[in-house]
């Protein structure tokens, strides 16, 4: 069974409905009985409980702040890190430069 989404199109209210998967989605609505409904597509909702993912769920950061600081500082340590090969390959094509 699967938890389908439904908009009434005469009185606008949104309502589930369980039904199985393959079947034609037609459902009455709720509140004024028309039948008039339209299914509305929204996101899924996923449960998953293996252990790929409960490993990966406590190996992950604990937050979605430490996660953006984790970036900010690998950006900076790859910046750093352009920078100071820059600065040796100017620094080697002066030396060379002054030796012509």
Known sequence: MAIYEFRC???EVIFDVNQPMGVPHVADCPECKSS????VFSVPSLIVRNAAYMMAKN???KSRL????KVRDERAV?????????DALDNSYHQNKKKQ
């Open 9 to 11: 199109l005469k009185c």
């Open 36 to 39: 008039k409904t339209k299914r």
């Open 59 to 61: 190996n992950a950061p």
């Open 66 to 69: 430490e996660n953006m600081e």
């Open 78 to 86: 790859r910046k750093e890190n352009a920078n100071n090969e820059r």
